[in-house]
């Protein structure tokens, strides 16, 4: 294949999702802005729900969090989940309704974890950028599932380096964002990712 046909090949749903959850990892670690990194990131959680429904069952998206979260925590997942979404999607509903920015980057949290989740678990695939995330917020959120469970019936969701235990902290969300922002800076997996990313950019904008 040559360059031309490079720039101009198809984009397939797996790499899509891919690059809208890469670029919405990085924007939440970086502390741009929240509502870009929402957008992005529940657009990519639209398309894996649908894509889970059809190679798994009707409901299999749900019941995976409701089998595998922490019985009190499954009420609130997927009602923090969803509800900044619907809040963005109808404008014709409580128009005068405000929602904290504090209350977007705990939903991005949740959600690009959901995401990072369903993508390896659909297409048997992962990235470093997805598998630091996962470990990341399972360590901000300890609580959150029984992830020995979780492990032990899903080894698909492992996929990725080990080498991601050694930079995120245990000590808190501002510690484990500060570690995973300094691996984005070096000459890494994570870098060499976003690199990937931008030249797939570079090619389409030479066109």
Request: hydrophobic letters at 35%; charged letters at 30%.
């Amino acid at each position: 294949m040559g360059e031309e046909d490079d720039e101009l090949r198809d984009i397939s749903k797996q790499e899509a999702c891919r690059r809208v959850l890469h670029l919405a990892i990085r924007l939440q670690i970086r502390g741009e802005d929240p509502l870009a990194a929402h957008l992005l990131c529940q657009s990519a959680e639209k398309v894996l729900s649908d894509l889970h429904k059809r190679k798994f069952g009707k409901h299999s998206y749900e019941l995976f969090f409701k089998s595998n979260l922490n019985k009190y925590q499954k009420d609130k997942f997927f009602k923090d989940i969803r509800s900044n979404y619907n809040f963005l999607k109808h404008a014709d509903n409580n128009i005068d309704k405000a929602v904290k920015e504090r209350d977007f980057l705990l939903m991005n949290e949740l959600c690009i974890f959901s995401c990072c989740f369903f993508y390896s678990k659909i297409f048997i695939s992962s990235s470093c950028h997805m598998f630091y995330f996962q470990r990341m917020v399972g360590q901000i959120h300890p609580d959150m599932f029984d992830w020995k469970s979780v492990y032990e019936r899903h080894p698909e969701l492992q996929l990725g380096s080990e080498v991601a235990l050694n930079l995120i902290a245990e000590r808190g969300r501002g510690i484990a964002y500060a570690a995973f922002n300094e691996a984005l800076k070096k000459d890494g997996p994570l870098k060499q990712e976003e690199d990937a990313d931008k030249i797939s950019t570079t090619k389409a904008l030479r066109w």
